[in-house]
């Protein structure tokens, strides 16, 4: 039996941390939840491995959460609830379905981005503009602004038509390959495991046709 992995120990082969985000909750088989995230510090741990918070907002986040644990389920429950959605996007976009998505999943997306979008701005460096978030007071939420951007570059960009969902775990990734032909989110485990859940059928088909 594979042991299910856990926030602190599941690879993040993604490619983008909106697709390590999903895979967090998804796994195995399409649809099937293996939640790994139980508590506000499993999203912050999962935040500090993807290095989309610095190590002192790690620390400023983790003190507000255990000081206002209602507030921290609350972000959880709508990291979760976003989460929820972009596995439907991507699913339907993986499987060339996304003329049939529901209006409604986009409505709801784009009320996510609208929000994650009022905490960015423009500023000027160095002669240049740079678009950053804002320093303003720390939010229980920024994990999930930071997500719901890191989605609206993927889903943007021209990444997107090379997502795909691994064939052994159904975990989704972003197929970097030269030929993109990759199958697996990760060679050594579902590439491994595939190869020899048909090495072991080849046998069993020899072995029953003597
Ligand atoms: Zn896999």
């Keep these: 039996m594979v042991a299910i992995s856990t926030i602190e120990t599941m690879t993040l082969d993604g490619g983008m941390a909106c697709l390590d985000l999903v895979n967090s909750g998804y796994d195995t088989q399409p649809g099937i939840i293996t939640d790994r995230m139980f508590?506000?510090?499993?999203?912050?741990?999962?935040?500090?491995?993807?290095?989309?918070?610095?190590q002192q907002e790690i620390a400023a986040l983790s003190l507000l959460a255990s000081k206002n644990s209602t507030q921290a389920a609350k972000a959880l429950n709508n990291l979760k609830k976003f989460r929820e959605l972009m596995y439907q996007v991507l699913v339907a976009m993986v499987h060339?379905?996304?003329?049939?998505?529901?209006?409604?999943?986009?409505?709801?997306?784009?009320?996510?981005?609208?929000?994650?979008?009022?905490h960015r701005e423009l500023i000027l460096s160095q002669g240049a503009f740079k678009a950053d978030w804002k320093k303003e007071k720390l939010n229980?939420?920024?994990p999930l602004w930071l997500f719901v951007f890191s989605a609206s570059e993927l889903l943007s960009s021209d990444k997107c038509q090379y997502v795909k969902q691994c064939t052994g775990c159904a975990w989704l990734f972003i197929d970097e390959s030269k030929s993109h032909r990759r199958k697996w989110c990760d060679m050594k485990s579902c590439g491994a495991n595939e190869k020899y859940k048909r090495f072991s059928l080849k046998l069993k088909t020899e072995n029953t046709s003597v």
């Excluded at 508590?39 to 610095?54: E, F, H, P, V």
Aim: charged share 25%; hydrophobic share 45%.
């Design 140 to 142: 229980l939420e920024k």
């Design 39 to 54: 508590s506000y510090a499993d999203l912050i741990t999962l935040s500090s491995r993807l290095g989309i918070l610095d």
């Design 96 to 118: 060339k379905k996304l003329p049939a998505l529901n209006k409604a999943v986009l409505k709801e997306l784009n009320t996510y981005l609208a929000e994650s979008i009022t």
